[in-house]
């Protein structure tokens, strides 16, 4: 697999700056990835490899805020065995030990210590990795020392609490170190976190996932996160086999993505290896992306 490229990708939102940093690739199972679509569907949309596996971004966004520098989920971080990247395709290394997400940061002028508020779309260990970072002798620490974090406090129950199937995706060393710290906030429900940056609850991937909803200058993007997770997700059906409750996210969607297409926001595809920005449209049948 290439790296995604590229790995920051600046525009506008109203008054702010946006930059959609591509903080590594992974290489995830078709069949897994589009849950009960046959393979003959999705794969006329991107080929898989010979060990079935379809080439994946972990893209993060990074807004430059009045109230400071927000960034909206972390990748995977660099706490992860060869093994593990093995079993996951993961290529995702940066400069100095650290990641890619690290390296955009700084190619979109600021460092990590310049970010004051980390959201969390969920737990999993692609989206909150790199809130922690391990350093050469071995310790686990804050990748964004003077950042507060947020999350659903439903999200950090469900992530301390896993069972069979869910124990693989959640790493308590992504998040212990910070709730230690105390510098997490849990929130409930909907809600406004810093003016003109929401979240939305967007069950189904797990019970308590959050896309995030940013407005500014009479102009919104939706961060979506794992709700629709590529833009060859759009459609209402093509919902991932890892989502626990699928039938939730499938109303997820349907809510979500008519607000989108009324309201003509600026949606971001977190793990879509080429297409980091688009619009929806809806083509009588089935939702897609806008030409």
């Known amino acids: 697999m290439s790296f995604p490229h590229p790995l920051l990708d600046t525009r506008t939102l109203g008054r702010w700056r946006i930059h959609a940093?591509?903080?590594?690739?992974?290489?995830?199972?078709?069949?897994?990835?589009?849950?009960?679509?046959?393979?003959?569907?999705?794969?006329?949309?991107?080929?898989?490899?010979?060990?079935?596996?379809?080439?994946?971004?972990?893209?993060?966004?990074?807004?430059?805020?009045?109230?400071?520098?927000?960034?909206?989920?972390?990748?995977?971080?660099?706490?992860?065995?060869?093994?593990?990247?093995?079993?996951?395709?993961?290529?995702?290394?940066?400069?100095?030990?650290?990641?890619?997400?690290?390296?955009?940061?700084?190619?979109?002028?600021?460092?990590?210590?310049?970010?004051?508020?980390?959201?969390?779309?969920?737990?999993?260990f692609d989206h909150a990795g790199g809130n922690t970072w391990r350093n050469a002798a071995g310790e686990v620490q804050s990748t964004f020392p003077n950042a507060r974090f947020v999350v659903q406090a439903g999200e950090r129950a469900y992530a301390e609490h896993p069972n069979e199937r869910t124990s693989a995706s959640y790493f308590p060393a992504n998040w212990a170190p910070i709730v230690a710290a105390d510098r997490f906030d849990w929130i409930t429900g909907d809600r406004e976190?810093?003016?003109?940056?929401?979240?939305?609850?967007?069950?189904?991937?797990?019970?308590?996932?959050?896309?995030?909803?940013?407005?500014?200058g009479g102009e919104t993007a939706c961060f979506l996160g794992d709700v629709v997770p590529t833009s060859h997700h759009l459609p209402l059906p093509w919902i991932m086999g890892?989502?626990?409750?699928?039938?939730?996210?499938?109303?997820?969607?349907?809510?979500?993505?008519?607000?989108?297409?009324?309201?003509?926001?600026?949606?971001?595809?977190?793990?879509?290896?080429?297409?980091?920005?688009?619009?929806?449209m809806h083509d009588g049948k089935s939702y897609r992306l806008a030409e």
């Open 242 to 280: 890892y989502d626990v409750e699928p039938l939730v996210t499938l109303e997820s969607k349907r809510s979500l993505l008519a607000d989108a297409l009324r309201d003509d926001w600026l949606l971001i595809f977190e793990h879509d290896a080429t297409v980091g920005f688009g619009r929806v």
């Open 193 to 216: 976190i810093v003016p003109g940056i929401s979240v939305r609850l967007t069950p189904g991937h797990t019970p308590h996932h959050q896309s995030v909803i940013l407005q500014s």
């Open 21 to 124: 940093i591509q903080a590594g690739g992974q290489q995830l199972d078709g069949g897994a990835m589009f849950g009960v679509v046959p393979k003959t569907l999705w794969e006329r949309r991107l080929a898989a490899d010979g060990k079935n596996r379809i080439p994946l971004g972990m893209r993060c966004l990074l807004v430059e805020h009045d109230d400071g520098l927000v960034l909206i989920d972390t990748g995977l971080g660099n706490k992860e065995n060869p093994k593990f990247h093995e079993i996951y395709g993961v290529e995702n290394d940066g400069s100095e030990g650290r990641t890619a997400l690290e390296d955009g940061i700084r190619e979109a002028g600021f460092t990590p210590d310049d970010v004051r508020l980390v959201i969390n779309t969920h737990l999993h």
